[in-house]
Each structure stands twice: as structure tokens, then as C-alpha cells.
């Protein structure tokens, strides 16, 4: 401080000519930085368009596959000026989000009780699913996603838990994809003929033989690029998606596997332009897009022109029981067959 | 600095900086242009890429004054008045530190979504919070809440008043008070605070991603618009949208520190 | 102003016989500084709306963004009832979780808050070529996001590692990953401390004999211990939360490398709100009662206000 003039701040600033100087410089800063900000705000797009607009919510998967989809419909008459707005995420995330008040005209989630929980809270008719696709869009399986050249010879459920095999599965308590990765692995068992109580023994050694679980099918996917594990639990479409981007996979279907079948709705409150969307995503035209993007078609005629592989049995979330049941049973973070299995696992690894 | 100790300590610094920040930094950098500056900026300025940028640079330039301002204001309150419950401002401007973003994002959602505390009372007034740009920044202003506090509090508790009751007997006013003494006195901190915060805003992700739905091209940020390029097996365009990120967070400290150029950094004969 | 500051008096230079309003530099540009207010009226206006209107317009921010969805967050976790509290937070796996979390937390904290002395150190005392460079890398952290540094940390130290670790699926993995999030606290946390810091006293004490490490343990350690622990605190409380970056290179396999917010994430996700907000809510109270621990400590090792 300069004892001569106590005002002097220590940073050499002094009133006069160069502060005044700073003075206007910040105001100057602080006007365009509004200025900017307003422009800003104008120029985020409306979304409002000749059309009409729809306000697409869907689990992450499906990205890809929209865009071409969006891109066709738009082609078609029904489709024309028509904006698709989208929203991908974790399938539960967003349709929580839809519950607490994410816009949505058109919602695909990658499992039933997500819709359930759009149905409850009174954001999509309880008749959904009592179209002739029973309400599923889009059908996918779930498979083993290996190195490239299957170097350990990975090609049945058993080959999962031999010794010095590790899985990735996703954790089936934030993902979705990861409860169908292990009722599969369950109802394998339970379709070669063993007991129920075989299979939950099963089941739990997959888990042992889990080196990670991450928290979301994409980190799973993730995890296994980087080269931990020697096997991925996967959708096929996932899998068939990731070796289309050059990925170093393989993709191996297992002798027994379930059907996934991905539900997709139009809210109560739905544009004409969603329902004409839907009727596209359902129509031979969409469903072969689709198709084409890897994912099984519900239309056997559409179904019929792909040569997805066909695995020796294929069972639905109906043979294992419905998801309510199966909720409750497998997945209850505090009850389910799953929670308990991981809790053994930790009280026998307990200390290391 | 004596030259014994200058060169171990120097290696020492920089040997780990270098494993725990340059490395994993540089990586990033390089897998951005690893297919050449051409692949680089088509990612860039991809209309999703484009859209997702303004989207954060707009909710930096809001959320970070705010909480500069809120910053200075509470280290005020905290450095230079004494008033029962003090120590408990203190702890409640951290809480944000403590609290998971995911966890943040889900309380704003409990508060300001259609089913939350405030929900009739907004939606009423046709007031969108939740998956719109007010909940993102409220998001973002939340998680990063304490740092200008934190930098600047020391500062100002260190500095004394002595140079502000001066200034006061001798007839300034408050305000003049401030912008002549104060301020300039805790430029240094302020100016690492706000550095801190805005990094943190244009990094925010867990918050963000709660409240805002992720509307590719009206609500997805940057951080999300990375995220979804993993998810998509894009990792060109994550790179690149990072190396936006890390360059936009230099810019600031650049902009902030190079007026006040450190005087002290050493002496000749400086004992340490 | 309670103790005797400086007067008028001491502020007069020897010597210097013009009147106060004359010594400004103003003087001759027909501008009187420091600039008068209009009228009194207005002036007890601004003293009384800084008095009650600062405090206020401060504890409403800070009640809308924190305060209200803090007891929202509260309320959820007693939906339940205290059963419901308790069971959720004493279920095993978020019993593995929170243990995890509070001691890596804790052990990066200290790791951190030394590393961050000592950087904070060779950036205000040495001087090399590349130091702004470094200056700048290190807020870098905090820029990049969490999803982005997880997936690059897994890079460089996870099975493809160039250096041939493997540190993924592992609880050293985990400590990487959060230090690397929360080294630009305790950096920045002291840098600006020390840079303000005055060298008088350093230079007295050697002047009266005191080695170098004397120097270091009497005068500059007491001086930025404050410092150093509230960089330690945000460290703990950030690492304590920390999701994006550690749940990749973690593995988060549960009861062995499942982080607490790993497993919040998991509970939100199972639609089990009261049961997230519950272990969120005992996350929060451990948190906030290390900083107020380190709030108590600063304030013992403070070096009395001048207030």
C-alpha cells in the first residue's frame, strides 16, 4: 500500500484515464455479453415446423436407426415438413423423465415395465399393446459378443463359466439390457432341461465369473473395447451395430437365448404427425429400415427377407413367468434372486 | 527458491502431474486429431455438435456470474461479519461438494418437476424448469456453487482490513470501498474461483443429465452431446467435443490471470 | 470497528502538508475522489439494502438451488418411514459402497492435499520455462467430463494400457481416477494463499538463525495449513460423489469396487427413490460433517481476523 495515497490500489489501478478506460472496456464486455446471450437464446431452434413436430423419447440403442428413419418418413407422404425432435438415454432414465415431464409424443423403451410406468401415470393408454405387434416395434436377442476370431471358443452358455472366462454383463439394477442378459442366461438352463434351482446356481456362478459390471450397457460395451473380459452380454442389434463402426468384435448366438421385444407407444397427447410416425416405424417400409439396421422385425413378412440367425430355442418373457412376476422375484434390489446372489458373492469375498 | 531444493522438488511436481493430468489430457487431444484437423472440424461443426455448444457456452455465460456474484457476496458476509450461525453458511455452501450431481439433479427434479413441491405453482404459470434451459442452468449453478466462496474467502480472511477501514475512515463508501480496495486485492483468487467454476459448468454432466432430458439440439450440452457420441461409437466426435471443453476452460484462465502477472513468484536469495 | 486500526495520522506522511482532498491524483482534472454520494437519504438507502438485502438476496440463492431440493431429497428419504431409512442404508451393498467411497475418499484426499502443497508451491516460488503451461493444465480436470476422463484413464492404465498396468476392475484404479478429478482443488485451494502470503516473517525467522526446514515447519506450514485442509475437504467431499470417472475404470462390481454413487445411480434407476435419496442423504451427512470438522480445525489454526 502507498502510504501517500491510501487509495492506491495494489494493483497499480489508479482513477483517471486508463481506469476509466477498464471501466468502459467491462461495460462494453458486459452489453455484448448480453447481447450475445439474447441472440443466443433466439436462435435455439423452436422446433416448430409446417408439419407438425414429434417429440421422440427412445432408449439409447436406437440413435442410428432413427436418423434413417426419421430421414425416410420425411420422404413419405404422411411425413412431409414433419420434425423429429429426439431424446435418447438409458431406457429407465428417460422414462422416468417422461413421467416427470419430459415432452413426448412418441416413446420406445428397450423393456415393457418402462411403458408400464408411462401407463400408471396415466401418460400412455393402458390398451397400448393390444395391436396386432402387440405393441413391439422392433425384436432383438440377446447374445455373445467376443474377440474377434473367438479365440477361447466361446459358443455355449457352459463355455461362460469355465475356468479363466470372464463376463461383462451390465448391472442389472441401473440397466435395463442387463436383466435380459441374465434371464437369458437363466432361461437357458431352464430350456436344456435343468431345474430352477440348477439354473439360480447357475446364475449365480455367471455373476462370480462377472470381472465387471458396469453401470449401463453402452459402459459395458465400453469396458469390454478397452480389453477386460473375454465375453460381452449383449443385445444383437447392439453387437451387430458395433461391428458395422469397424469395432474389433465378434458376435456368437447362443444355442439358447431370449427375445427381446422392444415396446414403442404413442402418449395420450400425441401430435397426428406421432401416430402417422408410428404407423411408418410398423409399416413394411419402416420395419425394413429396421431390419437393415440390425434389429429382428415384428413383421414376418419383413422378417422373412433378413437372415438373422436363428438360435435352437428361443423363449419369451411370457415362458419365464411376465415381467411383474419376474420383477419382483429376480430383480428386487432388497429380495430378488439377483440381490441375494451378489450378497453371497460379498460375504464370501468379505475382507479381500 | 534455495537450489537444493528447487530441482527435486520440481521433478517430483511435474513427474506426477504429468502421469495424473498431462497424459490422460494429451490423450484425449491426440485422439481428437488423430484422423487430421478436416475429420476434427466436420465433427465439430456438425449441427448437433454446433447446437450442443452454444447450448453450454449460453449456460456458462449465465450460470458463472451468478455465481461469482454469489461467491463475493457470501465471502463478504463470511470474512467480515461476525453473526451467529456463520459456521453453518460455511458448511451449507459446500453441500454441493458433497452431494453426488446425479443426486443434485434428482432433488432440482424433486422441487421444480411436474411432480415436485413447485409443480402445480410453475406449470400454473406455464413456467418450464425441469428439461428446459432454466433447469440446466439451475443444474449447473448448483454443482458449482462454492468455488468462487472457497477461493476467495481465504483470501479476503488473509488480507486483513486494515487497507478497508482506511479507506472507510477516510470518507469512501461501500461500494467504493470495494472496487478499490477489495477487489483488487482478491483478484487472484477470484479470478481462479471463477476459473474453477466456469471449468465446472462446462464439464457438468451428472446434474445436467437429469434435468435436462438431453433434446438433441435444444437441451443436449456439450457434455451430453460427448456422452451420447460414446454411447453412438462416435469417439471422434467425444474427442474433439472435449478438446472444445479443455480449450474453452484455458481460454478463461487465460483471460483471467494474464492481467495480473504473479510478482512474487521468486526471489534471489529467497529463502525457500 | 471495534480495535484501534489505523487513524487518520498514522496515514499522514511526514512532510506532506496538503490537505487530504488535494493529495489525490485527480487533482487538477477537476475531479474529487473518492466521489461523494448525492445525499444521505440515499446513502443509508444503499448502507441499509447492502445490511439486509445482501444477506437476504444471498440466503434465497442459496436456498433455491441447495436448501429446498436438500429437503426434498430429505423428505424422500423418510417417505418411507425410519424403517425404510434404516433398511435402506443398512443393506449390505450400499453398507460395501459407502465404505469403499469414504476411505478412498479419504486416503485421496491426504495423497492430494501433499501433492497439491507441494505444486502450489513450485508454482508461486520457482520459476522454469512451460511453467504458465502447467499452471494451466491443471484446472484441465474440471473441464473435461467425467465420462471423457474415465474412458481415457481406462486408456492409458487400464488392459491396453502403453505402460503395462492394469489398474482397471481395481481399488488403486479408483484412487487414480479420483485424484485426478480433485487435484485442481487442492492446488488452487492453497496457490492463491501462498502468493498472498508475506515474506517478511520467512526472512526475519532466517535472519534470526532459522534453517530452511525450520522455516517451513514454524512459519510458512501454519500460515497455509488453513488452506491445505479446506482444499483437503472439497477433495474428500467431491471425491465422495464422484460417479463419470470412476465407475469405468472401477469395473463396479459390487461389495468389491461399486463406489456409493454407483449404487444410487442403481437404486434410481430401479425406480427406488426413497431408498436413493436415503444412502444420498447419509452421504451428504458424512460429508458435511468432515468439512465442518476441517471448518473447526481452519478455524483453530487461523491466524485471528482483524475484524
Known amino acids: 500500500?502507498?502510504?501517500?495515497?491510501?487509495?492506491?490500489?495494489?494493483?497499480?489501478?489508479?482513477?483517471?484515464?486508463?481506469?476509466?478506460?477498464?471501466?468502459?472496456?467491462?461495460?462494453?464486455?458486459?452489453?455484448?455479453?448480453?447481447?450475445?446471450?439474447?441472440?443466443?437464446?433466439?436462435?435455439?431452434?423452436?422446433?416448430?415446423?409446417?408439419?407438425?413436430?414429434?417429440?421422440?423419447?427412445?432408449?439409447?440403442?436406437?440413435?442410428p436407426a432413427y436418423s434413417v428413419l426419421a430421414a425416410d418418413f420425411a420422404k413419405t407422404k404422411a411425413g412431409a415438413g414433419v420434425t423429429v425432435s429426439p431424446s435418447f438415454g438409458p431406457s429407465g432414465t428417460q422414462a422416468t423423465a417422461v413421467v416427470d415431464g419430459l415432452p413426448a409424443d412418441l416413446v420406445n423403451f428397450s423393456l415393457a415395465p418402462d411403458m408400464t410406468k408411462l401407463v400408471k401415470a396415466g401418460l400412455v393408454s393402458s390398451s397400448w399393446d393390444e395391436g396386432p405387434t402387440k405393441g413391439m416395434v422392433t425384436d432383438s436377442i440377446v447374445s455373445f459378443v467376443?474377440?474377434?476370431?473367438?479365440?477361447?471358443?466361446?459358443?455355449?452358455?457352459?463355455?461362460?463359466?469355465?475356468?479363466?472366462?470372464?463376463?461383462?454383463?451390465?448391472?442389472?439394477?441401473?440397466?435395463?439390457?442387463?436383466?435380459?442378459?441374465?434371464?437369458?442366461?437363466?432361461?437357458?438352463?431352464?430350456?436344456?432341461?435343468?431345474?430352477?434351482?440348477?439354473?439360480?446356481?447357475?446364475?449365480?456362478?455367471?455373476?462370480?465369473?462377472?470381472?465387471?459390471?458396469?453401470?449401463?450397457?453402452?459402459?459395458?460395451?465400453?469396458?469390454?473395447?478397452?480389453?477386460?473380459?473375454?465375453?460381452?452380454?449383449?443385445?444383437?442389434?447392439?453387437?451387430?451395430?458395433?461391428?458395422?463402426?469397424?469395432?474389433?468384435?465378434?458376435?456368437?448366438?447362443?444355442?439358447q437365448t431370449i427375445l427381446i421385444q422392444n415396446p414403442v407407444a404413442v402418449t395420450k397427447t400425441a401430435s397426428p404427425a406421432a401416430k402417422a410416425f408410428l404407423a411408418y416405424l410398423l409399416s413394411p417400409a419402416g420395419q425394413t429400415v429396421w431390419g437393415e439396421q440390425g434389429y429382428r422385425p415384428v413383421l414376418a413378412s419383413v422378417a422373412a427377407k433378413f437372415a438373422f440367425p436363428r438360435p435352437k430355442t428361443l423363449f419369451t418373457i411370457s415362458t419365464l413367468g411376465g415381467w411383474t412376476s419376474v420383477n419382483t422375484e429376480f430383480f428386487d434390489p432388497q429380495t430378488g434372486i439377483v440381490a441375494q446372489d451378489e450378497q453371497s458373492l460379498g460375504v464370501s469375498t468379505a475382507g479381500s | 527458491m534455495r537450489t537444493r531444493w528447487r530441482l527435486p522438488l520440481r521433478v517430483a511436481v511435474l513427474g506426477y502431474l504429468g502421469l495424473l493430468v498431462v497424459l490422460p489430457v494429451s490423450t484425449v487431444f491426440y485422439r481428437a486429431f488423430e484422423h487430421g484437423l478436416g475429420a476434427a472440424w466436420d465433427a465439430l461443426t456438425a449441427p448437433d455438435a454446433l447446437d450442443a455448444l452454444w447450448l453450454t457456452v449460453l449456460v456458462a455465460v449465465i450460470a458463472v456470474p451468478l455465481n461469482t456474484v454469489f461467491g463475493i457476496g457470501v465471502s463478504l458476509l463470511l470474512a467480515r461479519h461476525r453473526f451467529p450461525g456463520a459456521w453453518l453458511l460455511d458448511a451449507l455452501v459446500d453441500i454441493p461438494l458433497a452431494v453426488s450431481p446425479v443426486?443434485?439433479?434428482?432433488?432440482?427434479?424433486?422441487?421444480?418437476?411436474?411432480?415436485?413441491?413447485?409443480?402445480?405453482?410453475?406449470?400454473?404459470?406455464?413456467?418450464?424448469?425441469?428439461?428446459?434451459?432454466?433447469?440446466?442452468?439451475?443444474?449447473?449453478?448448483?454443482?458449482?456453487?462454492?468455488?468462487?466462496?472457497?477461493?476467495?474467502?481465504?483470501?479476503?480472511?488473509?488480507?486483513?482490513?486494515?487497507?478497508?477501514?482506511?479507506?472507510?475512515?477516510?470518507?469512501?463508501?461501500?461500494?467504493?470501498?470495494?472496487?478499490?480496495?477489495?477487489?483488487?486485492?482478491?483478484?487472484?483468487?477470484?479470478?481462479?474461483?471463477?476459473?474453477?467454476?466456469?471449468?465446472?459448468?462446462?464439464?457438468?454432466?451428472?446434474?445436467v443429465a437429469m434435468v435436462s432430458g438431453a433434446i438433441a439440439g435444444r437441451t443436449q450440452t456439450l457434455t451430453l452431446f460427448i456422452s451420447a457420441s460414446i454411447d453412438n461409437l462416435e469417439p471422434q466426435s467425444a474427442y474433439v467435443g472435449a478438446v472444445a471443453l479443455c480449450l474453452a476452460a484455458l481460454i478463461v484462465l487465460t483471460v483471467l490471470t494474464v492481467t495480473d502477472r504473479s510478482r512474487h513468484s521468486w526471489r534471489r536469495g529467497a529463502i525457500l | 470497528m471495534a480495535d484501534a486500526g489505523p487513524t487518520v495520522a498514522d496515514l499522514v506522511v511526514p512532510g506532506d502538508t496538503r490537505a487530504l482532498r488535494d493529495r489525490s491524483p485527480g487533482r487538477g482534472r477537476g475531479r474529487r475522489y473518492p466521489p461523494t454520494v448525492p445525499s444521505p437519504g440515499l446513502a443509508t438507502a444503499g448502507r441499509l439494502a447492502g445490511r439486509v438485502g445482501g444477506p437476504a438476496l444471498v440466503v434465497t440463492y442459496l436456498s433455491l438451488l441447495v436448501l429446498l431440493p436438500l429437503a426434498a431429497l430429505l423428505t424422500k428419504a423418510f417417505s418411507n418411514g425410519w424403517s425404510g431409512f434404516w433398511g435402506a442404508v443398512t443393506q449390505p451393498e450400499a453398507v460395501a459402497a459407502l465404505e469403499l467411497?469414504?476411505?478412498?475418499?479419504?486416503?485421496?484426499?491426504?495423497?492430494?492435499?501433499?501433492?497439491?502443497?507441494?505444486?502450489?508451491?513450485?508454482?508461486?516460488?520457482?520459476?522454469?520455462?512451460?511453467?504458465a503451461l502447467v499452471s494451466a493444465v491443471i484446472d484441465l480436470p474440471f473441464a473435461l467430463p467425467t465420462v471423457v476422463a474415465g474412458l481415457t484413464l481406462l486408456a492409458l492404465y487400464g488392459p491396453s494400457?502403453?505402460?503395462?498396468?492394469?489398474?482397471?476392475?481395481?481399488?488403486?484404479?479408483?484412487?487414480?481416477?479420483?485424484?485426478?478429478?480433485?487435484?485442481?482443488?487442492?492446488?488452487?485451494?492453497?496457490?492463491?494463499?501462498?502468493?498472498?502470503?508475506?515474506?517478511?516473517?520467512?526472512?526475519?525467522?532466517?535472519?534470526?538463525?532459522?534453517?530452511?526446514?525450520?522455516?517451513?515447519?514454524?512459519?510458512?506450514?501454519?500460515?497455509?495449513?488453513?488452506?491445505?485442509?479446506?482444499?483437503?475437504?472439497?477433495?474428500?467431499?467431491?471425491?465422495?460423489?464422484?460417479?463419470?470417472?470412476?465407475?469405468?475404470?472401477?469395473?463396479?462390481?459390487?461389495?468389491?469396487?461399486?463406489?456409493?454413487?454407483?449404487?444410487?445411480?442403481?437404486?434410481?434407476?430401479?425406480?427406488?427413490?426413497?431408498?436413493?435419496?436415503?444412502?444420498?442423504?447419509?452421504?451428504?451427512?458424512?460429508?458435511?460433517?468432515?468439512?465442518?470438522?476441517?471448518?473447526w480445525a481452519r478455524r483453530r489454526f487461523d491466524v485471528p481476523e482483524a475484524t
Not at chain 1, 437363466?186 to 462370480?208: D, F, M, N, V
Not at chain 2, 483470501?155 to 477501514?165: A, N, P
Open chain 3, 161 to 295: 494400457s502403453p505402460f503395462h498396468v492394469d489398474l482397471a476392475g481395481t481399488r488403486l484404479g479408483i484412487g487414480c481416477a479420483l485424484a485426478f478429478v480433485t487435484l485442481p482443488f487442492c492446488v488452487r485451494s492453497v496457490q492463491p494463499v501462498l502468493a498472498e502470503l508475506d515474506r517478511e516473517t520467512e526472512e526475519a525467522a532466517a535472519s534470526l538463525g532459522a534453517s530452511p526446514r525450520q522455516v517451513l515447519r514454524r512459519v510458512l506450514l501454519p500460515s497455509v495449513l488453513p488452506s491445505v485442509l479446506a482444499g483437503a475437504g472439497l477433495a474428500f467431499a467431491r471425491a465422495v460423489g464422484e460417479f463419470g470417472s470412476v465407475v469405468l475404470i472401477s469395473g463396479n462390481i459390487p461389495f468389491k469396487t461399486e463406489v456409493a454413487s454407483s449404487w444410487i445411480f442403481s437404486l434410481s434407476q430401479s425406480d427406488d427413490l426413497p431408498a436413493a435419496s436415503a444412502v444420498s442423504i447419509v452421504l451428504v451427512a458424512i460429508s458435511l460433517l468432515v468439512l465442518l470438522g476441517i471448518g
Open chain 2, 103 to 207: 443426486v443434485i439433479g434428482l432433488a432440482l427434479i424433486l422441487v421444480y418437476g411436474k411432480t415436485g413441491w413447485f409443480g402445480n405453482w410453475l406449470a400454473a404459470r406455464g413456467i418450464t424448469v425441469i428439461f428446459s434451459l432454466p433447469g440446466i442452468v439451475m443444474a449447473s449453478a448448483a454443482v458449482s456453487l462454492p468455488y468462487v466462496v472457497r477461493e476467495v474467502l481465504p483470501v479476503l480472511q488473509e488480507i486483513g482490513t486494515e487497507q478497508e477501514q482506511a479507506a472507510r475512515t477516510l470518507g469512501a463508501g461501500p461500494l467504493t470501498v470495494f472496487r478499490r480496495i477489495t477487489l483488487p486485492n482478491i483478484r487472484r483468487g477470484l479470478a481462479y474461483g471463477v476459473t474453477l467454476t466456469t471449468a465446472r459448468v462446462l464439464g457438468e454432466f451428472g446434474a
Open chain 3, 101 to 131: 467411497t469414504l476411505a478412498a475418499a479419504a486416503i485421496v484426499a491426504v495423497v492430494n492435499s501433499v501433492a497439491g502443497l507441494a505444486i502450489a508451491f513450485v508454482l508461486v516460488r520457482d520459476d522454469f520455462r512451460g511453467k
Open chain 1, 1 to 63: 500500500m502507498n502510504p501517500r495515497n491510501p487509495f492506491e490500489s495494489t494493483s497499480a489501478a489508479r482513477p483517471g484515464r486508463g481506469h476509466r478506460g477498464r471501466e468502459v472496456l467491462v461495460s462494453a464486455l458486459a452489453v455484448s455479453g448480453l447481447a450475445l446471450s439474447s441472440l443466443m437464446i433466439g436462435a435455439l431452434p423452436a422446433g416448430a415446423a409446417s408439419g407438425g413436430t414429434v417429440n421422440l423419447v427412445a432408449y439409447s440403442t436406437p440413435k
Open chain 1, 146 to 255: 467376443v474377440r474377434p476370431g473367438n479365440p477361447k471358443h466361446i459358443t455355449t452358455w457352459a463355455d461362460l463359466v469355465k475356468p479363466g472366462v470372464g463376463v461383462i454383463t451390465p448391472n442389472v439394477f441401473s440397466s435395463g439390457s442387463a436383466k435380459w442378459n441374465l434371464l437369458a442366461a437363466y432361461g437357458s438352463q431352464i430350456a436344456q432341461g435343468k431345474s430352477p434351482a440348477q439354473a439360480r446356481a447357475y446364475l449365480s456362478e455367471l455373476l462370480h465369473h462377472a470381472v465387471a459390471q458396469p453401470s449401463s450397457a453402452s459402459a459395458a460395451l465400453q469396458t469390454f473395447l478397452s480389453g477386460q473380459g473375454d465375453v460381452l452380454l449383449d443385445y444383437e442389434s447392439d453387437a451387430l451395430y458395433a461391428k458395422s463402426k469397424g469395432e474389433p468384435v465378434s458376435v456368437v448366438t447362443p444355442p
